[in-house]
């Protein structure tokens, strides 16, 4: 079984920045990726971005140049530094990982951009 456990969601201004962290846990036994989603009330869930263990990044459009994926393979954390939010980013961020036989998910944290 794996865990993902999420932290760093809050609130924050628009323009400001928070970093969250998604540390994995149990029998793990092949990282294929590992990314974050975010889902806004009332929207789907939608990818943010996604890295591999061999560094290989993708971003969604409306974040590229503003977050940062990356991950610290011995700890199997993957984080995403966020920056310049503003308030289209408010949803709740899951992060999720797949070993090559499923895919597992993180219960999520709540991201607030509002002044």
């Known amino acids: 079984q794996v865990q993902l456990v999420e932290s760093g969601g809050g609130l924050v201004e628009p323009g400001g920045s928070l970093r969250l962290s998604c540390a994995a846990s149990?029998?793990?036994?092949?990282?294929?990726?590992m990314g974050w989603y975010r889902q806004a009330p009332g929207k789907q869930r939608d990818l943010v971005a996604r890295?591999?263990?061999?560094?290989?990044?993708s971003y969604a459009d409306s974040v590229k140049g503003r977050f940062t994926i990356f991950s610290d393979n011995a700890k199997k954390t993957v984080y995403l530094q966020m920056n310049s939010l503003k308030p289209d980013d408010t949803a709740v961020y899951f992060c999720?990982?797949?070993?090559?036989?499923?895919?597992?998910w993180g219960q999520g944290t709540q991201v607030t951009v509002s002044s």
């Open positions: 999720k990982l797949n070993n090559f036989k499923r895919d597992y």
């Open positions: 149990g029998s793990i036994e092949n990282i294929a990726v």
């Open positions: 890295t591999s263990p061999y560094g290989s990044t």
